[in-house]
């Protein structure tokens, strides 16, 4: 069932999630487009997410976006590629590199310190490789002593890739296509922001092997939604992940048809890395509960893909 419209006002917007943002050129949302993306909410009772361009609106778009509730991806949540030396905001996304992250992990410990949720999105998860899990694994813990400190100081931090985990019961994923869609600036509704730039960057779909197929769109606002196989998006449909505790997975389906092929199906390199953040949750439980905290157990695994135990 939907809950979230994502509005992405311009092919500049700020990206925040795993796919990095390759156009570059200002594109303006038109003003009706807008209009008609807002009346979809409010039909559908959606809650509006702002996807915000690196300037300032023109008045008439920022009175129109404050017709109806909304978060500002960009403002009210500050997005980042890159490490920078300092926050200023109590909600931070940080887009790198897993090689950023563990390379600069003492900087981003600091900025941790600086913010009450961090959230980490790697631009590079495809190109992890097994003989990098150690030095992922000394990082995270690294970033998991930097939470206790400031838990037994009585200060709460929340960092996506640990403490997620230790909240959940069930999986909390993306849910693009599920729970949340995109429109885009021309007017098209698309699973999630990267599926529109690899239509604007005309990246074969691999649907059709005669000739290259761009089209991401699952609709517009005058046809309104077509999601063709919509089964396939859902968590049920999905039987690797039902073998999977590692609950604060993305499970990015942007991500699985880009390296499996198949958009219910996640990449060993996705699972890998959502392990080892799984493991590490495990020990900052355990952690949390020597300091007082309530914290659920998460139990032992002996297997970083669940691919490896069937």
């Known amino acids: 069932m939907l809950q979230y419209l994502v509005i992405l006002l311009d092919d500049t917007s700020v990206s925040y999630c795993h796919a990095a943002n390759p156009l570059s050129s200002k594109n303006l949302m038109p003003i009706d487009v807008l209009q008609g993306a807002i009346f979809f909410g409010m039909k559908y009772n959606l809650m509006i997410q702002y996807v915000m361009p690196p300037y300032e609106l023109p008045e008439k778009y920022c009175s129109l976006m404050e017709t109806i509730d909304n978060v500002k991806i960009g403002k009210d949540v500050e997005v980042y590629y890159g490490i ?61 002593e930097v939470v206790i400190s400031e838990m037994s100081e009585g200060n709460k931090r929340e960092l996506n890739l640990l403490t997620d985990r230790i909240s959940l019961s069930k999986m909390s994923n993306c849910n693009a296509g599920v729970s949340n869609i995109t429109i885009a600036p021309n007017g098209k509704f698309y699973l999630c922001p990267a599926f529109y730039y690899d239509e604007m960057m005309k990246i074969d779909t691999g649907l059709n092997y005669m000739q290259p197929v761009y ?47 198949e958009i219910n199906t996640p990449s060993h390199e996705q699972c890998v890395v959502s392990h080892i953040e799984r493991n590490v949750s495990k020990e900052l439980s355990a952690k949390m509960r020597d300091i007082g905290y309530e914290a659920q157990i998460i139990p032992d695994i002996n297997y970083l893909d669940p691919f490896d135990n069937i």
């Open 84 to 144: 920078p030396s300092d926050v200023h905001s109590s909600t931070v996304v940080l887009s790198i590199s897993i090689n950023d992250m563990i390379e600069n992990v003492h900087m981003i410990g600091r900025l941790l310190k600086q913010t009450k949720r961090l959230t980490i999105n790697y631009t590079d998860i495809q190109l992890f490789r097994d003989d990098k899990i150690d030095q992922y694994e000394s990082a995270l813990r690294v970033l998991m």
């Open 215 to 261: 089209d991401r769109s699952i609709g517009d606002l005058r046809k309104g939604l077509d999601i063709k196989n919509a089964h396939l998006l859902h968590l049920k449909n999905c039987p690797l992940c039902q073998l999977c505790d590692s609950f604060q997975c993305n499970r990015c389906l942007w991500l699985n048809q880009k390296i499996t092929q």
